[in-house]
């Protein structure tokens, strides 16, 4: 029992108490700002976020250097997530894969062979297919590492170092730029024209109180890969001073003569927030001509090869200008593109304005200048030092030869070299002992004295000792110049800038202007249309000219058939007593052999069932007959059914009852008086009477009875014809109007003999 007590008091001591609210926020900005520092955001020195610099770093320790062969991608990745970044090996892959893009970067870090995707936004192949090695800009970020010019920390096992930062001699930041989501905060810095980035930090150089309007005379804007235009131009100098804002960005078009009398408009180049995914702006153009956006609109197409080419053809007489600016509006093809120049500084991530960026960049180069030419110094005094030691040895070799060949050891040699001891060799003259106790030679010289071959003996090659000698001290005498005067340091800075500059030299291809938007004008052409609707529902819109062409056998494909004007608008009356309307530029227009579009998902009727159809234009001037399955009917005016809603109630039904005829009247044929009503029940019973007999009513009333039906009868047919007619059809079925007997509106029907075939 005592041994339980005494578990009991070993477990109450080991809980740990906490406020738990403050542990939350403690865990949650730990994680922020390891998102914020270690994944997201780049370095202000060298422009790279971790998981960049890991690859880099990796394809430099695999040896890929630009003049050596690809290596495949799935062991670049393996490296790097074996070695430096245990985070996946998708987002390793996809952050190579970003390096090799030229549409996306001015000047890409990784030379890729193989499916990298497109501009198109075609995804990349697997890792296991594709290779990769360093570009040339990859090295001007690299090629300095073996001088100790960054810091190096141990890897997240402690097994490997990995570089803090790279050595990077470009202004990486600014000329690829970068975006990167973090928590709380996201950086999104446009790429820039290298020769005008490069310029502008010698500018910064030069004159360290420029002034931005000063610096922008160098960087007056950035310059995408992807070309296209900035069209607010007058944001860009505020952007730049502030570190935030937007710029407004387009593609290259221009108008060019199509054929068939036809304008095209050719889009060369995209806008860069579509870059990686040109096939969302073709889908854009393309849908807005399905839907028919914009009339104007004939055909699209993506004819891009190497260079982008799309074609967005303009149909005959339309004005291609302002279809432009439309597509403008409506499409990505006009976009805006969110500036943020966000980056990690000392571990903490800072808003810096354009020249502030330039400004860390130099302050970087001066150290990194300063530590090469450090190395560069102690590396030429380590040689000086050996390479004096050699030509002095070569004037005495041959005491060098007696304390070789008179020591015991090469210790004992190597000490004679450095202090003169001469106790315990042997030599063959007094002369010669002397000779070799004034040696002092320093330790690296005794070295590589005793490492010395014979062939350094030549008289040649003692000649190039002394050719090296004065090289050196040429060199020396040159780093000790840079090293103690900063304006030596950065005239060397600004030339190898220079020569960076022609190297990836490359023309501006983002032009920069100030353009106000110009709003699209809609101009509706109104022309003669044929709405065809089908058995099933399906329904398109034709010209008058294609109409003309139909023969008689097509045209008995469709049972409703309605001609309006293209602003009009299709009324379609359901036999649950609605009217829908749809405006005649929703319908789609198609070619005759095309199916079509189901009607009852353009005005959502369900499962009602379709009765007739009207354009609303004529409906409005016309008299509407309404009869019902119960035999009611009445006459209600056109003009009650305006309206701008999608539905409306078109008349009053009882339960149970429905809509079997809706026919429409020209007010002629109303006053004229030689219509008449003709009804057919379902136990074969049939009236007629006069159109005259049947009084207007409100579309909210429920009208009149025009037949008196049986209880266990209902109405099945009913229409409005002219007292002449003598014939007509129903359901395929030929009906004999002169068997139906003219009698008085609401009377017993008739035994209809005749009226039509069993």
Not at 617 to 646: C, H, M, P, W
């Amino acid at each position: 029992m005592a041994k339980k007590k005494n578990e009991q008091t070993i477990v109450t001591e080991n809980i740990i108490s906490m406020d738990f609210t403050e542990e939350m926020k403690t865990s949650y900005r730990d994680y922020a700002m390891s998102v914020i520092i270690a994944r997201a955001l780049p370095d202000i020195r060298d422009g790279l976020k971790p998981v960049q610099r890991r690859i880099l770093y990796s394809m430099k320790e695999l040896g890929l250097a630009p003049d050596k062969p690809h290596r495949k991608s799935a062991r670049i990745v393996g490296d790097t997530m074996g070695k430096f970044h245990p985070h996946g090996d998708g987002a390793i892959y996809d952050a190579l894969v970003h390096m090799t893009e030229d549409y996306s970067l001015s000047v890409p870090l990784v030379d890729g062979h193989g499916n990298f995707g497109s501009i198109d936004g075609d995804g990349a192949a697997a890792m296991r297919y594709t290779e990769a090695r360093l570009s040339d800009g990859a090295m001007t970020m690299l090629s300095n590492l073996e001088k100790g010019l960054v810091e190096f920390t141990p890897n997240f096992d402690e097994s490997e170092k990995e570089p803090v930062v790279l050595p990077a001699m470009l202004p990486n930041l600014l000329i690829n730029g970068t975006t990167g989501i973090a928590v709380g905060m996201a950086t999104n810095i446009p790429p820039h024209n290298t020769a005008e980035i490069i310029n502008g930090v010698i500018a910064c150089i030069d004159k360290p109180s420029i002034s931005l309007p000063e610096l922008m005379e160098y960087i007056p804007g950035p310059d995408f890969p992807t070309g296209g235009a900035i069209i607010n131009k007058e944001e860009i100098e505020h952007i730049y001073e502030c570190g935030e804002g937007r710029l407004r960005v387009r593609g290259k078009c221009t108008i060019e003569p199509g054929t068939a009398g036809r304008t095209n408009i050719i889009i060369t180049e995209i806008p860069y927030t579509v870059a990686g995914n040109k096939t969302k702006l073709v889908e854009s153009l393309a849908g807005l001509m399905r839907d028919k956006t914009f009339d104007e609109i004939y055909d699209v197409r993506d004819e891009s090869g190497k260079d982008i080419r799309i074609v967005v053809e303009v149909k005959k007489d339309r004005d291609a200008e302002n279809l432009l600016n439309g597509l403008y509006k409506k499409t990505p093809l006009e976009d805006t593109y969110g500036v943020n120049l966000l980056a990690v500084k000392d571990k903490q991530p800072i808003q810096f304005s354009l020249k502030a960026i330039i400004q860390e960049f130099i302050a970087f180069q001066k150290e990194l200048y300063t530590k090469e030419y450090t190395h560069l110094l102690n590396k030429a005094n380590q040689r000086l030092e050996i390479v004096q030691g050699l030509i002095r040895a070569t004037d005495v070799i041959d005491i060098i030869i007696e304390v070789l060949r008179g020591s015991q050891s090469l210790a004992q040699a190597k000490n004679c070299l450095i202090h003169g001891d001469i106790t315990d060799v042997r030599f063959k003259s007094e002369a010669s002992r002397k000779l070799a106790a004034a040696f002092d030679f320093t330790e690296k010289q005794a070295e590589a004295i005793l490492a010395m071959p014979l062939s350094k003996l030549i008289g040649l090659e003692i000649l190039k000792l002394h050719e090296e000698e004065a090289t050196l001290s040429t060199d020396i005498e040159s780093y000790n110049k840079i090293l103690s005067s900063e304006k030596e340091l950065l005239k060397v800075i600004k030339t190898r800038l220079k020569g960076y500059a022609k190297e990836f030299y490359s023309e501006r291809k983002t032009v920069l202007d100030s353009i106000q938007n110009t709003g699209y004008i809609e101009k509706v052409v109104i022309e003669d249309i044929y709405v065809l609707i089908d058995r099933f529902g399906y329904t398109k819109t034709i010209d008058s000219s294609s109409y003309q062409r139909l023969t008689p056998e097509t045209l008995a494909e469709y049972p409703h058939i309605v001609s309006m004007k293209s602003d009009d608008k299709l009324c379609v009356f359901t036999s649950n007593g609605n009217m829908h309307q749809i405006k005649a530029a929703s319908l789609p227009r198609c070619r005759i052999k095309e199916k079509g579009t189901l009607i009852h998902t353009m005005c959502k009727l369900g499962n009602d069932e379709l009765l007739t159809f009207a354009s609303f234009n004529e409906l409005f001037d016309s008299i509407l007959l309404f009869v019902t399955e119960k035999g009611y009917i009445k006459l209600v005016s056109g003009a009650e059914f305006e309206t701008n809603r999608q539905t409306i109630s078109a008349t009053k039904l009882e339960d149970g009852d429905k809509l079997i005829c809706m026919k429409q009247l020209s007010a002629s044929e109303y006053i004229s008086g030689g219509k008449k009503v003709v009804m057919l029940t379902a136990k074969k019973l049939s009236l007629g009477f006069l159109l005259s007999e049947v009084s207007e009513f409100k579309k909210t009333s429920r009208g009149v009875k025009g037949i008196t039906l049986e209880n266990d009868d209902r109405l099945i047919y009913a229409d409005c014809i002219d007292t002449s007619e003598e014939t007509g059809t129903w359901s395929g079925r030929q009906i004999n109007y002169k068997k139906i007997r003219t009698r008085k509106r609401g009377a017993k029907g008739q035994r209809a003999t005749g009226v039509y075939p069993v």
